[in-house]
């Protein structure tokens, strides 16, 4: 299957600081990225949508100032989380459409932990 | 609301045995179905997409999807430790410009040696 490459996998920081993970598509291109956010033993929720070449579109209750998306290839977007805060902490998951196949395929996932 | 719905589970099943996984969905107008495997700590990885009515194949892993219940399920032959997991399923609408997926909550399966 398609290969969809996340960085970092694992982040500590310190509260009030920022921290931008990347998301690539190795072996397509993807017009559309999927930033998702997941709590420990809950289920995904979808944080916005990245849109390749214009703004993202975000989910109701997510803080656009606070979650930057930039979709500037057809293979990257990243998510910034600025100015973060221990309720920050959680697993972030990007996922990319490959537009011949239709599917969805996740990266590896980012686990922020805010101190 | 668009719903997908899962049993959150957990279902528990021995080794060599069926797991049969179920998920129903409100939108009628969704046209595409995923499964995915999560296992603790890790991303959703794709196990099955399915489009049409009826079954869908791959070795140890048979989807179905009935649109006029709608329902769509998971089997699992021969079902092994290693498929003790987080199952979700997921279901493609469109929106607007973007075609997004709502995902059910997932059921959790354990398979005992």
């Known amino acids: 299957g398609a290969v969809v490459s996340q960085h970092p996998s694992r982040v500590i920081c310190k509260s009030g600081t920022s921290v931008k993970i990347e998301c690539r598509s190795l072996?397509?291109?993807?017009?559309?990225m999927f930033w998702y956010r997941q709590f420990p033993k809950q289920s995904l929720m979808l944080m916005a949508t990245?849109?390749?070449?214009?703004?993202?579109?975000?989910e109701q209750g997510v803080e656009k100032d606070k979650f930057l998306i930039n979709h500037a290839s057809l293979t990257l977007s990243t998510l910034t989380v600025t100015s973060a805060h221990p309720e920050d902490s959680s697993f972030y998951i990007c996922s990319a459409r490959d537009l011949t196949a239709g599917e969805l395929f996740f990266g590896e996932g980012s686990r922020l932990t805010v101190l | 609301q668009k719903e997908v719905e899962q049993n959150s589970g957990p279902l528990s099943v021995p080794e060599g045995a069926i797991a049969s996984l179920n998920c129903t969905y409100s939108?009628?107008?969704?046209?595409?179905f995923f499964w995915y495997r999560q296992y603790s700590g890790k991303s959703p990885e794709l196990i099955m997409s399915?489009?049409s009515n009826g079954d869908k194949e791959d070795g140890r892993f048979t989807a179905q999807l009935n649109k006029a219940s709608q329902y769509v399920s998971l089997l699992i032959r021969d079902s092994q430790p290693s498929d003790s997991a987080t199952y979700l399923c997921a279901g493609g609408i469109n929106a607007g410009n973007n075609r997004k997926l709502i995902w059910g909550l997932g059921t959790s399966l354990a398979v005992n040696p």
């Open positions: 072996d397509f291109q993807a017009t559309t």
């Open positions: 939108d009628r107008g969704s046209q595409s």
């Open positions: 990245s849109n390749e070449g214009s703004k993202a579109t975000y």
């Open positions: 399915i489009y």
